[in-house]
Structure formats: C-alpha cells, structure tokens
C-alpha cells in the first residue's frame, strides 16, 4: 500500500484550471483562488498538427475548426465540413426529429504545381511557431499508422508551391492562407481547382462555396505589394495595396493580379459565415493528476477522420468518436501533450490514473474490433456484444448521448508512457454480452451513470478495476469468490491486472437476481480489496458480520470487502426501504471505510454531525470489517429529491471530507428529474456564491463531518454537467475534475 502522506492542512479556496479538449476541466486546489486561466499569451487560435503516419501520406498537417476539419496535403486542401446529427443533441432530450448528420468532403487542388521532394525547384513544406505540446495517435492496432510525438505548429508554409511563389496558412487568429510570390514570380500560375463540393461560384466578389454541411466562403483577396528599406537591423517595410480579383472559370479559380518587381502577397479571407456547426463536439468524462500535480483529462471527441470520397459523406451510424486525453501543467496554463485513442467505432473514457512512474492507466469502453492492442495483452480480441443503437440504446435515458456502439462493447485497459508517446499495455476484457456499461434499468438514475466505474493502482501498482458486465461469460478467475453470473440484468466486475495488461491475475463477478452495479474501489493499508456500487437485488452475498446484512429494499447501496487473492472477507448493504445508491468508498488512515451517495429514503443522521435535514445525498462510515456503522449523515438543500450527481469523493490524509458533484437540466434527462443546485449550501468565502440551477458543487467537511468547513458552486450560463466516469481529489484536497460545460 502507497506510504500515507503527512498531514498537510490546505486552505479552503478553489483554483480552476483549464483543459484541451474539455470545455471546463477544473482542479478546485483549496489553497486560493484565481480567476480560470486562458491559454498562453500568443496561443494561436487554430493550430496544425504534423502527419506522421496516423493519416494517408499524401497529407503533411492537419487543423481543425469548428464543426470540421481542414487537411493541408502535398498539392491540395481537403476541407471535411460536418453538422447535425446526434452529437448537436448530446445532453438534451428533444422534442420532434433530430437533423441528421450531414457530412461533406471537398477538395481544392493546386493544378501545376511543383513536384514534391528536397530537390531544387522542388516543393517543401514546414511548420512555424511550435507550440509547447504535441500529440499521439493510437487509431486502430496497425502499429504502423501510430502517429507519436507529432509537432503542433502556428503556421505552416508550402515552399515553391509554384516557382518564386510560396503558400503560407496561418492559425494565429483563426484560420487563413495566403500565397507569398516573389518579385518577378508570375501569379498567373496559381490555378485552383475545386472538387466535391455542391456548388463553387463567384457573388459580389467574393467566392462561395455550397456544400452540404453548410457553406464556406473566401472573401475578395486583399492583395499587397511588400517595400523593405534600410538595412537589416534598421528595416523598414511599407503595403502598398495592389487590384486583385477572382477568376472563376468552371471549377479552376485564378487571380487576377499583374506581375511585380517586389514581393506580392495574396491574402484571401476564408469564412464560415452561413457555416452552422457547433464547436461542442468534445465531452468531458473524467479526470485525474500525478506525482507533481498536472492535471489529465479525458474526454470523447467528435472526428470523422480523412475522407476516402468526395462530396456528401454517408454511413455515419457509428464509429467517429475516440477518446481524448490530455495533459497540462500543474497550473493548469500550458497543455504538454494530447492523445487520441480509439478504432473504427466508439470509445468512452470511464477513469484515469497515474503511477509513481508518471504512466497513466485507461479505463475503456470500447465497441472497435480494432481497438489499439499490444502484443502479449491478455486477449487481443474483442468479444463484442448486442448493438446498442444510436437511440434510445441507453436505458432510462431521454434524448440520447449522441452516438451508439454498433456491435457491443468490451471493456478496455490502456498503460501509456510517462510521455504518452508510446503504449507499455493495452487490452480488451470482456465476455460475448456488452461490458463496462451501467445498463440496469435500476441503477442508471443519473446522466452519466451508464459510464461509471474506477480503475486504481495497488500497493504494487497493479491496476483493479471496479465495473459493470452484462456477459454471462466474462473472463473469471478460477478461485472466484463468485464464479458465476447472479442472473440479474447486470453484476458488479472485479477485476486486476498485472501493470504491462498481459495476465489477468484476479477477477470476480458481484450479483444476484436483480441489477448489480461496480462503481468505486479502494484499498485498505493490507492491501484489502473495497467494492461499493448499487444493487436491486436481494440475496447478495454477505460475509463476515455486516453492520446491515439484509436488503432494504427498492434499490441499495453495497460495500464488498476483498483479500488481496479476491476471496470476499466481509460485506454490508447501505440503504433505506427507498432508493439509494453508493458511487464512492473511500478509506482514512485507520483504514475506516466511507462512502457516499444518493438516498430517498429516511437516512440516519447521526447526533453531532453537520446534515442539512431532509436532503438526498449521504455519507456513510463504517469500520474496517464492514460490521459496523460508525456514523451516518445527510448533506444537500433539504428538498427530498437528489440535488447533484457525485463525480468525486476524498477523504484527505487529516481527515477531512471533500466531496463534489454537479446537478441541474441534464440530469433530468435520465430519472434524476428534480435535480438541481438550488438551495446547496455556500459559505462565506465560497469562490462562487451563485447558482444559475445547472452548476457543479463542491464542499468540505471537517474531520468526522462535524462541520462544514467550505462550499461552492462553480459554473456560467450553460448546463455543466459530467458525461461518466471518475474525477478524482488527491490526498492533499485538490479536485481534478472534468466538466461538459457549454453543450447542455
């Protein structure tokens, strides 16, 4: 078990901090407060990514921008616009027909232009104004198309695109190119050729370009000659504006501008401006930090990849979400890298989590037969599942998440390198029924529930995950403490790895008759084994001498207690006759278990605790062997309906309790109808003292919830809400939170 830290009292004010792909990835550090952090001074807007290997040859960088991709290859611009769909819907439950996805891909090639390579007369090409980090692309289990360590730039030039003519393509202000031609180049030699789109024509001097995901136009050139006098370290330069227009004919665009005895520049303005797609095609799940505090989130982002066709784009019932993670500083103001993760098609994020070595472990769901293995992993192959459409394929919930997974899912455990640039591991786990996703009608009560479950790291760094299986055939141990499915809808999945993924060294199924939910785990200074998640069934099995032994009824919470071998020592429910549910199980330094979670029922407070009578969350501690309650409470507005779904739940090495969560429109979207952050307690120094309904939630208690020692809201305008998985508090009371801000 990892040494326990000392006792580091922080202070009770929250920081936020920012993430690449997540709209509010927020680590709330009780140490001050600070207004969030906007990229780096001079970041650019767009920026362009090198190809080295993850996309076909022929493309040298790509950009992306909102609701679409841009491809800067060798002789041509390939432009994938794309809008509608079930990912403009994510979060919302909607009356009436969604618009479909509407895909569209064309391209724009540079007709006689110079051949490409290092000779000279020859074009080249290089990326300027290198940002700080860089991205992998682990896309699919062909080593071969891994892109690793990929520069990300500003700018990017086409040298000798054409002779004495260069052509530059700037993100610093959003997305633009222009063509640099030398004194005596002739500009006439520019030839553009379009193909794929609906329609390319010429209005008011501008150039408009019709597809069917909407339409993209270039605004008349500004065109300029460039005087430089003086000598080097007193330059001067002076534009001199020169005329210059389109030249439609048919689908070959030219300029019309005259040769010049100085450098020309032509700058045409490309716009989106009847363009309609949204930019939220990115969603936070879960969140996690290492030895020296950076902060990693993980995400889902929306890419439907490089076209293999032109023109409107069909087929887009699954298989254009991967996973995005991504790593920042611990300020939180500089991102060091990003990586994608995924196959053919689609992948959530559930839980993160770093080892002393600074290698992040991935928990998965994967519904991609080509899901990124590597060689000697545990099963290479994936097992699949029933289909899980794009609507109405997660139960309970209304609307939809805004993507499906067509042929079943497995789970799937990723190890990267410390530098993200290469995978130590990377497995499927799972049965011949779908694996890793909450899909029991009782226990999916909050948005976000269908993706919950945690992966944590040993006292030997060996990786436990705590999830969910619909497979009568998962992979189990042969010394099993429950060897066998319970027959319910859904059990519990316990199970461990060794750190490089190639042998499962302990696995268990937990259930009966009814659902059976793995949410959280933990472990104790012995190495012991903690289990919590939701129940309906009645007859789980309880060792040792529980403080509850029988069902309350509706739907529990439960708490699994584990040798390190897997054989069950000692469990408990939790719960009343009504509904509740336990999502966290934490342990304090004398190894006492608390967990905490979501009740309708008359809940136990126990004299002298902080509570706010009445509400719908809970925190429960028992001692180490489960068999007693030491004391319970209730914490919320006092309305008698659930206020906030918890995302992240700590018990700090002084005993104090911190506990975050976020509640509001998106959750009514699932049963949890009434939810709200109304009426939550805030304290006098909170960071934000106000609530719009829709906002993320984060308190303090002091040691043994005697009192409330700090509480805030965080959020804007939008509906902030977590898409699944885990966010974690380190032990020093800094929450690494991921938050889906902007797009409910």
Avoid at 117 to 129: I, Q
Avoid at 644 to 669: E, K
């Amino acid at each position: 078990h990892p040494a326990v830290l000392p006792c580091v009292q922080p202070s009770d004010r929250p920081t936020v901090r920012p993430s690449l792909f997540i709209p509010a990835l927020l680590s709330a550090s009780l140490l001050h407060a600070v207004e969030t952090p906007m990229p780096s001074a001079g970041r650019p807007v767009a920026t362009f990514t090198e190809n080295k290997g993850q996309w076909p040859e022929n493309v040298l960088y790509r950009t992306r921008f909102p609701g679409g991709e841009l491809f800067i290859e060798k002789n041509c611009f390939t432009y994938v616009l794309h809008e509608g769909g079930p990912m403009s819907h994510h979060g919302h439950e909607h009356d009436g027909a969604i618009d479909p996805l509407r895909a569209h891909a064309y391209r724009v090639t540079f007709e006689g232009a110079n051949t490409w390579g290092n000779a000279e007369g020859e074009a080249w090409s290089d990326g300027d104004k290198a940002q700080r980090h860089y991205e992998n692309f682990f896309l699919g289990n062909d080593e071969s198309h891994w892109g690793t360590h990929c520069g990300v730039f500003g700018e990017v030039t086409l040298h000798d695109l054409y002779p004495g003519i260069d052509l530059r393509v700037d993100g610093s202000k959003g997305l633009k190119y222009e063509f640099i031609v030398e004194p005596g180049a002739d500009p006439s030699r520019i030839r553009m050729r379009f193909a794929g789109q609906d329609r390319v024509g010429l209005k008011d001097g501008r150039l408009v370009v019709n597809t069917s995901a909407g339409t993209v136009s270039e605004e008349r050139p500004f065109t300029y000659t460039v005087l430089r006098e003086g000598h080097a370290c007193s330059m001067r330069m002076s534009h001199q504006e020169v005329l210059c227009d389109f030249v439609l004919d048919r689908n070959e665009l030219t300029f019309s501008v005259e040769r010049q005895d100085r450098q020309l520049v032509i700058d045409p303005e490309l716009t989106f401006g009847s363009y309609t797609g949204s930019t939220a095609d990115n969603f936070g799940f879960t969140a996690t930090y290492d030895t020296d505090g950076a902060l990693y989130g993980g995400g889902i982002v929306f890419d439907i990849g490089y076209p293999t066709t032109l023109g409107a784009l069909a087929g887009f019932s699954g298989g254009f979400i991967d996973i995005g993670i991504s790593k920042w500083t611990p300020d939180g103001t500089d991102l060091e890298w990003s990586t994608y993760l995924g196959g053919s098609d689609n992948e959530t994020p559930n839980s993160l989590v770093v080892n002393d070595a600074d290698e992040l472990f991935v928990l998965c769901v994967t519904g991609s037969s080509n899901f990124p293995t590597t060689p000697g992993c545990f099963d290479a192959t994936f097992n699949g599942g029933l289909t899980i459409p794009l609507f109405g394929g997660f139960v309970n919930l209304s609307g939809g998440e805004g993507y499906g997974f067509d042929f079943g899912t497995d789970i799937a455990v990723a190890h990267l390198s410390a530098d993200a640039t290469s995978l130590i591991g990377s497995t499927f786990v799972g049965g011949s029924g779908n694996d890793g996703l909450n899909q029991s009608f009782d226990l999916a009560y909050n948005y976000g529930d269908h993706f919950r479950g945690e992966i944590a790291l040993d006292g030997q760094q060996r990786p436990v995950i705590a999830s969910s299986t619909q497979s009568t055939d998962a992979p189990i141990s042969a010394d099993a403490a429950q060897s066998a499915h319970g027959g319910g809808d859904l059990d519990a999945f316990l199970f461990r790895l060794n750190p490089s993924l190639t042998s499962l060294e302990m696995s268990t199924y937990c259930g009966s008759s009814g659902g059976d939910s793995g949410f959280g785990v933990q472990f104790s200074s012995g190495g012991e084994i903690y289990l919590t998640g939701g129940t309906s069934s009645s007859s789980l099995p309880m060792a040792g001498s529980p403080a509850t032994g029988t069902y309350g009824g509706a739907v529990d919470g439960y708490i699994m207690r584990y040798a390190e071998n897997g054989q069950l020592l000692s469990s408990t429910y939790v719960g009343t006759s009504s509904y509740d549910q336990s999502f966290f199980v934490q342990l304090n330094t004398s190894d006492e278990v608390y967990v905490v979670g979501q009740t309708h029922g008359a809940y136990p407070v126990t004299p002298g605790k902080y509570s706010n009578s009445g509400s719908s969350q809970f925190i429960h501690k028992f001692s180490q062997d489960l068999s007693t309650s030491l004391w319970s409470t209730r914490i919320g507005s006092g309305s008698g309906v659930e206020d906030i779904s918890p995302s992240a739940f700590l018990v700090s090495n002084c005993g104090q309790i911190y506990f975050s969560g976020w509640g509001g429109n998106v959750n009514s979207n699932v049963l949890a109808i009434q939810s709200s952050t109304f009426g939550l307690p805030v304290t006098a120094d909170a960071y934000q003292s106000n609530t719009d309904g829709s906002d993320f939630y984060l308190m303090v208690l002091s040691p043994e919830a005697m009192q409330l020692e700090y509480a805030t809201f965080f959020g804007g305008s939008s509906a902030e809400h977590v898409d699944g998985g885990t966010s974690r508090f380190d032990k020093n009371g800094n929450v690494y939170q991921a938050v889906c801000a902007g797009c409910g």
